[in-house]
């Protein structure tokens, strides 16, 4: 469940699957989008986890203009871009 904060510009959703738990933070501007303080390309060097990454960002169209932040916690490097999808 997604939750836009008023104090600060960002919204924030948690997604757990089996033992793995995803914070993705969304905030307004541009910056390099990071998954546990690595820059996105180079967390997820393949073109296939990129597709999977950011077809959540398409669906609800955040991802032009906005910069996200994701901790990932409890899984295989391989099934990490599913979880930021959830």
């Known amino acids: 469940m997604a939750k836009k904060t008023s104090k600060t510009s960002y919204i924030r959703s948690v997604g757990r699957r ?5 914070t993705v933070k969304i905030f307004s501007g541009n910056a390099d989008c990071l998954v ?10 393949t073109k296939t986890e990129k597709i999977v990454c950011d077809k959540a960002f398409e669906v609800t169209k955040t991802l032009s203009n906005d910069y996200f932040y994701a901790s990932i916690i409890g899984c295989r490097k391989i ?4 979880d930021i999808r959830l």
């Open 18 to 22: 089996k033992r793995a738990v995803a």
């Open 36 to 45: 546990t303080d690595t820059q996105f390309n180079k967390y997820f060097p």
């Open 79 to 82: 099934e990490r871009a599913d």
